[in-house]
């Protein structure tokens, strides 16, 4: 027979506890020749188990490639589309700069008591502390930072309020005593020290600038 060479080999191969797909891709024929030739042959448990850790590790590379992939194409996505947007969205004007403000405390903007602005992001932060000072024209002696964070990064509290003082361009001596929350959280995170929590900037005093930016935004809403 024009196989029996690679029949034989398969076969002491599959002895040795290789796998189908090892054996047809070192001998070069289908997966299906080697299933026909090595039928009968059976494998020990301790064989078995080697192949299932092969599987199993073989699985979790080809998951790793593919986070990979998705990763890459998710950041050249991101830089696409940063570069269009920076093409569609010239430096903002100051009625624009109004109203994306506006829109933005709309969605994250407290409506109670005083002015006070909800995130995590700190590019949205940094748009509405733009806000404040260009178009409310706020003192930076009227802002207040609050933080809230869970527990299990109180040794990191130096570094969040520094993070975010940075971002803020708020000297940290006008942040107040972070909230912690004591949800136990169980996961474990590969971001851990990238986490810095939710700022609250609050402004004092404002409670007529409260009502100013609520009629704005009741105005907004019938405008069309």
């Known amino acids: 027979m024009a196989k029996s060479k690679e029949k034989f080999l398969a076969r002491d191969l599959r002895k040795n506890g290789l796998s189908m797909k090892e054996i047809a891709e ?42 990979k992939i998705q990763k890459d194409r998710k950041r050249r996505n991101i830089e696409t589309f940063l570069l269009q947007g920076k093409r569609d969205i010239p430096e903002l004007k100051k009625g624009e700069l109004f109203i994306g403000g506006l829109g933005l405390y709309w969605g994250e903007g407290s409506k109670k008591s005083a002015v006070r602005f909800y995130n995590s992001d700190p590019g949205a932060v940094t748009f509405m502390m733009r806000w404040f000072r260009e178009i409310l024209k706020i003192e930076e002696s009227r802002f207040y930072m609050y933080i809230n964070i869970n527990n299990i990064h109180k040794k990191r509290l130096q ?22 929350i004591k949800t136990k959280n169980k996961k474990v995170y590969d971001n851990f020290s990238e986490h810095y929590g939710t700022l609250c900037i609050r402004i004092a005093k404002s409670s007529s600038l409260l009502y100013q930016i609520l009629g704005w935004i009741e105005a907004m809403k019938g405008a069309g």
């Open 26 to 67: 070192r001998l070069k024929v289908s997966k299906g020749s080697v299933s026909l030739w090595c039928f009968d042959i059976k494998l020990t448990k301790k064989q078995i188990q080697i192949l299932h850790d092969k599987m199993v590790r073989g699985s979790y590379k080809g998951r790793a490639i593919g986070a």
């Open 159 to 180: 570094a969040v309020i520094d993070y975010w003082s940075k971002i803020t361009r708020i000297n940290a001596k006008q942040f107040r005593k972070p909230s912690l």
